[in-house]
């Protein structure tokens, strides 16, 4: 079956440090999406992306992050300059299209973020 | 603002007993997503629901969809520890084409035996 591959699976950085997570989306998929959660909290979107531009972005999605495909295959997050309060699970998502009638994310592993 | 809220956020309960966990939203999408998620693990989907009345099952796990309420449940039938992740419901953010999902705070299941 299909997946969306991340990585990496762990990262332990300094505050102040960039970071950069990448993504595999599903191959025919078009939609792309990243959220995070917090240990043991909700699960918040950050942005969407759509036509190699992004679609929406929360609140959270200030000027420190950035996303970018930048070979048709990757999808990848960077955080410029990361602060305490970015440790996270940070999950990558991608959908198809809405022709099903429904916005169904396939989800990957998660990259788990520690800063430091 | 969007809100999704669930409830219970934490429920711990015995094999073999039946329990319902309540998903209430604020918009007026007509469509409903569960989710699962194991310790540690990434979120599963378990239901798609399209359309005010939509009831699907899968196994011991039922949902449900009530539009007019914005309200969905999850039921549980004769619980297995198996069954123990954390349960989220979600609905669509906006009505356009990548607009992502919204998700509740989750349910945190336990099921001893």
């Known amino acids: 079956e299909p997946e969306v591959t991340q990585t990496p699976s762990h990262q332990v950085t300094q505050m102040g440090q960039e970071v950069i997570l990448r993504c595999v989306p599903i191959s025919n998929h078009l939609y792309f999406y990243w959220y995070r959660q917090i240990l043991g909290q909700k699960v918040e979107f950050l942005v969407s992306?759509?036509?190699?531009?992004?679609?929406?972005k929360s609140e959270i999605f200030d000027d420190q992050f950035s996303v970018e495909r930048p070979d048709g295959s990757n999808f990848t997050l960077k955080i410029r300059s990361t602060k305490l309060e970015d440790s996270a699970m940070y999950f990558c998502?991608?959908?198809?299209?809405?022709?099903?009638?429904?916005?169904?994310?396939?989800f990957g592993a998660g990259s788990r973020l520690t800063v430091l | 603002e969007l809100k999704v809220e669930q409830n219970p956020l934490f429920l711990s309960m015995q094999e073999g007993k039946n329990y319902t966990i309540y998903c209430n939203y604020s918009t007026t999408s007509d469509r409903l997503y569960w989710y699962r998620q194991d310790p540690g693990k990434s979120l599963e989907s378990l239901f798609v629901l399209l359309s005010n009345g939509a009831v699907k099952q899968e196994g011991r796990l039922m949902a449900s969809l009530d539009t007019k309420a914005r309200l969905s449940t999850l039921h549980i039938t004769a619980a297995v520890h198996d069954l123990s992740a954390t349960y989220f419901c979600?609905?669509?953010?906006?009505?356009?084409?990548?607009?992502?999902?919204?998700f509740g705070k989750g349910t945190h299941l336990i099921i001893q035996p």
């Open positions: 998502a991608s959908h198809r299209d809405r022709s099903s009638g429904a916005n169904v994310l396939t």
């Open positions: 979600a609905v669509d953010r906006r009505g356009g084409g990548a607009d992502g999902l919204t």
């Open positions: 992306f759509y036509n190699n531009e992004i679609s929406e």
